[in-house]
């Protein structure tokens, strides 16, 4: 049993090598595989699945909120992606060019879209002629692509998967509603279901998006001490509406530009769920967006009444909602616990001749080994209330993670020395200027993550031209 | 009220110009919007809600018998692309080229991908090498590329959505066998859910898929006489495992290729919906695909009580798992009539104060128009029962129209004289000899559909050659 163990489990730990640990759980739990399309993946279904429920949440969630979903072409003619100045700047170096079609040249080049606010544009600007047509709140699930140079899995790759939500609104403030009321449904897509806490805050001028006038930001902590940018809501202003001449009349018969937004979340977050949970014997994830919950291992499989029984609770616990799953392989008990703790599965459920006889069985959780000696009529109350018990957990150990590892600086000296060998979130007073972020990034490495909106005061003056401070922002090193 | 109706549902009348039709209700519907990315449409809202419903039935068929969820890459490097002959041939010549990343021109030519049986093959070949390993049962959801040069919005354009599933086996049988599972749940998807009628069948060698050994299909037959090809199931033997050196340990150790199948349906089902069920008012759709089941029109809505009791109709009927929608704007009653008539809502529900009054309302079927008054007490048992019957309603005249435009024919002659001013189904005896086929096809204007699976003996010879015949086949002309 021990044998087989260590075939499974034969990963790097992350003290050794963070990077490699994160690779080798990509490989064993089943995630993600490599093809000759280079710098790209392959999503295998272990992933899909995580994928599947993290969209089903949000998903619900927009729509409660009155948003639609909408297929956009997948491709976005040269010429389109040119008509708003500062998006076709940020975007242009980095996307893939279609030139053939076929065996003939095209005449204008076509992008793969590496966002496509210039086709809700285009579409907004046909369908939007009243106040009576706004807002609409319109959003995609797709694949995008964007040329990076140095890829990996789910956290940089050329293609990735998304949502993109594009709005258009009569008025500024509910444009800016909408921006904050996302950022609202991100937190809790991620504190509540992904047990990750988040700095919400707005991003500086310097890191906000292509054509954006307000960004703002999830902001969560890996086990390393680096950033992850987990979801990003932008506010547009009018400008898009007026570089593409979305006009409506307005209640007074007026013609006006409406107010947008964007906002996007991506399977770089099945990273994140990795870097924020995962230890040295694999995947641990949360309840919520689990493909199996409960994973039911057999004991002693070939005695009398064991297999039966065990497909018995299987059936159960789906009855009750949980996603269980028996594994009847022939593999050993030892093999299957190290494979599902590769893939943390939440609780792994051990069944065997004696427990039958004492009507019971073994509740393991997988974020702490602890075992619970539980009573199988009482399963379909245990193991919800359980789950839930795991989620709170991971969500305080991640909590602790990110807390002990901000610190606060009063001068640039201090932020470089908090950083000393350790990426951590650092939290400084700034002047406002970009001058002085730039100096930051250069001497410390790390740019600014955001403007949190619970600000704090560390000091009255810019660590670095000691003008008075404006604001109080978090900067990291990140993914 | 009357000219609120006239600018609804002001579309051409299908008698006078059925394509015209088409592009009207597609449209006025609010289905698809062009862009300046041509031959490539925007999916809105109301078309893509109909695609979800049609995903999320699906999706459950094929994860219920064990298929799992992936994502490839949407890119395929030209030489990958190239390794199986056949397929290579077929859809080489109608693919976008990638050719530049960012401003570096790339190394080699990759493809938008137009069908992933090659990136699968890939994939496979990495994580298939025992008997254990199998089967592997994937499926991916995205769109695709296929450089048309003529496009009309869901039935041929340049992108459309659609699910690949690809799947590996152990023996030639089981693949084989997943081939017509799948055509069954194809079947089934369309006659019980889009109550499309369909002729269910093997494809001739001329016709069938790219690399496959065998092509099967799902034909339904449109308002017009034209034929509309709705999911096809392709088994392919071993050799895309040959050409891409899959191979895998069988139970004697012995190293074997494994068998495989792929299978699709597309957006396309959209199309074939409405030409299927539309008629002069615009969309009919299949309740169990219908965005909105009932729309609920309140009657004198300014009238104390009339809008609170339509807006507990509604809730009411979600909470019974009924799509309703209540729509409170401030439109006329007669320009909501017509407004979700062009719309294809299976019931409209009329309540004003003399219904509530008597405690009743009106419902009105899209379909025939007949109005039945209803209790308010039994909406939730009379609705879905409604619901049915109108979905048995729409395939049984869809079915009589199917089979009042097959003909069968015994000679050239006959075939030429049954399409004569009229696109049909023509049935008739095939000796197997493509030479035949070919000259069916010239001298008719129709390819093959399939060998129906129900064969029936219309004559012993082969309308072309004279020579025995083999099968009965069913030619038309298809969109």
Chains 1, 2 share one sequence.
Request: aromatic share 8%.
């Amino acid at each position: 049993m021990a044998d087989d163990k260590k075939l499974v489990t034969q990963i790097t730990s992350m003290e050794d090598d963070f990077a490699q640990w994160y690779t080798d759980i990509v490989k064993k739990a089943e995630l993600a595989d490599y093809s000759s399309m280079k710098g790209c993946i392959v999503v295998r279904p272990y992933a899909y699945a995580i994928w599947e429920n993290i969209q089903h949440i949000f998903d619900g969630m927009i729509k409660e909120t009155g948003h639609e979903n909408v297929a956009m072409p997948i491709f976005i003619p040269e010429s389109l992606l040119q008509k708003e100045k500062d998006h076709v700047e940020g975007f242009a170096p980095e996307v893939a060019w279609v030139t053939y079609g076929g065996n003939e040249k095209l005449e204008e080049r076509l992008c793969v879209r590496p966002t496509s606010e210039t086709l809700f544009c285009e579409h907004y600007a046909h369908i939007v002629h009243s106040y009576r047509d706004l807002p609409k709140l319109y959003n995609q699930w797709c694949s995008v692509v964007r040329w990076e140079k140095t890829t990996r899995p789910f956290l940089r790759t050329r293609e990735f998967w998304w949502q993109e939500g594009h709005t258009i609104h009569e008025t500024e403030a509910e444009a800016r509603k909408e921006t904050l009321d996302i950022l609202d449904l991100y937190e809790k897509l991620l504190t509540e279901y992904l047990c990750m806490p988040v700095i919400k805050g707005r991003k500086t001028d310097k890191e906000k998006f292509a054509g954006a006038e307000e960004t703002y930001t999830v902001e969560a902590m890996m086990h390393d001490g680096k950033a992850l940018q987990s979801g990003t809501s932008h506010y547009f202003g009018d400008g898009f509406a007026k570089a593409f001449s979305i006009q409506f009349a307005d209640r007074n018969n007026k013609l006006c530009y409406p107010h947008q937004t964007s906002w996007g979340i991506s399977t770089r977050l099945i990273g994140g769920i990795i870097m924020t949970h995962g230890d040295n014997s694999g995947l641990v994830l949360p309840p919520a967006i689990a493909p199996i919950q409960v994973v039911i291992v057999p004991v002693a499989m070939h005695k009398g009444g064991v297999l039966e029984k065990a497909a018995e609770l299987e059936k159960r616990l789906k009855a009750a909602g949980i996603r269980a799953k028996l594994d009847a392989s022939e593999q050993t008990p030892g093999w299957k616990y190290a494979e599902y703790e590769m893939k943390g599965v939440p609780i792994r459920l051990e069944i065997g001749p004696r427990d039958i006889e004492n009507g019971s069985c073994v509740l393991v959780r997988r974020d702490n080994r602890e075992k619970t000696v539980c009573a199988l009529d009482s399963l379909e109350t245990a193991i919800p209330e359980m789950l839930c018990e795991f989620g709170k957990a991971i969500y305080k150990k991640a909590k602790d993670n990110l807390e002990n590892n901000i610190v606060e600086a009063h001068s640039l000296e201090e932020m470089k020395a908090a950083i000393e060998g350790k990426a951590r979130f650092v939290k400084a007073m700034w002047c406002g200027d970009e001058e002085c972020e730039n100096i930051i990034k250069e001497q410390t490495g790390m740019p600014s993550r955001c403007i949190p909106f619970e600000q704090e005061h560390i000091s009255d003056v810019c660590p670095v031209c000691g003008k008075p401070a404006k604001h109080m922002v978090v900067f990291g090193i990140s993914y």
